[in-house]
């Protein structure tokens, strides 16, 4: 039985494999659609420099653009915000920065904030920003050439040079917060706002 109760596609405006791989875990139905948006000029344009702030605003933007092109559809948009202190990071552009940001990041705790917007026709109908905090162990220089040999070109396919799905977990000590914001799509708001609006089945 199909759960999704939308008279239109439900679209996802991301390619991000994880997000992906969670919406089709819960069932849904949903095309995936990138958002064609300049994130560093909008974060840019925005003068906003609080973490979350940037994430929702992101979410909110993608959410939009790819609405006014699917009308009708809701549309679910996604950022993340990588934090230490107030200090944001990127994705690596290749090894040498992967490495810089985790000799950064060793022996530290910092904040992802998880943001998820749903619009439909341009207009935000739904918008919230989870947190985890992540602990990672202190590493020695040879310890992190070792996992950024065994990590590859993923490094530089999430910000923070690491992905908690695969290798990355072998970088943390502890870990607050639940799996979906870790994975960048807080998933059970998310479910509970398209339930209150009678879009899914269960």
């Known amino acids: 039985m199909a759960l999704w109760r939308g008279t239109s596609p439900l679209i996802l405006a991301s390619q991000s494999s994880a997000r992906k791989m969670l919406l089709a875990n819960a069932g849904l139905e949903f095309e995936a659609v990138t958002a064609d948006i300049d994130e560093r000029g909008i974060q840019a344009s925005s003068n906003l420099s609080n973490p979350r702030e940037i994430a929702l605003l992101l979410a909110q933007e993608k959410a939009k653009a790819v609405s006014v092109g699917h009308p009708g559809s809701y549309v679910i948009g996604a950022d993340q915000t990588l934090a230490l202190g107030m200090g944001l990071f990127n994705k690596p552009a290749g090894r040498a920065q992967a490495l810089a940001q985790l000799r950064d990041l060793a022996g530290q705790t910092h904040e992802l904030n998880s943001a998820v917007a749903v619009a439909q026709d341009g207009r935000i109908l739904f918008d919230y920003v ?67 609006e009678q879009l899914i089945a269960v």
């Not at 020695?140 to 923070?160: H, K, N, P």
């Not at 690491?162 to 943390?172: A, D, K, M, V």
Request: hydrophobic share 50%.
């Open 130 to 196: 989870s947190v985890a905090r992540m602990t990672m162990r202190p590493m020695s220089e040879a310890e992190l050439s070792a996992y950024l040999d065994a990590a590859g070109e993923a490094v530089t396919r999430s910000v923070g040079a690491y992905q908690l799905e695969g290798l990355g977990i072998h970088l943390f000590e502890r870990i607050e917060g639940d799996h979906f914001t870790i994975l960048g799509l807080p998933l059970l708001p998310l479910l509970a706002f398209l339930r209150s």
